[in-house]
């Protein structure tokens, strides 16, 4: 095996692990926002219910 293409080789595999690292680093945030989302989806629905029940109770 020559330099150059060991080099390539080498070069290729770092390649495909950060892409690999890319991957896990954008589903990991991706998990997070969603996570985050559905906490503030929960508080508006909590504060809508509550404008909900002070507009019947009128």
Known sequence: MTL??????LLYILFIIGLFGLCIYVLITF???MKQK???DYE???KLSLL???I???
């Open 4 to 9: 150059a293409s060991s080099i390539f080789g």
């Open 38 to 40: 559905q906490a503030s």
């Open 56 to 58: 019947r109770s009128k």
């Open 52 to 54: 909900i029940e002070e």
């Open 44 to 46: 508006l629905n909590e």
């Open 31 to 33: 998990i997070k926002f």
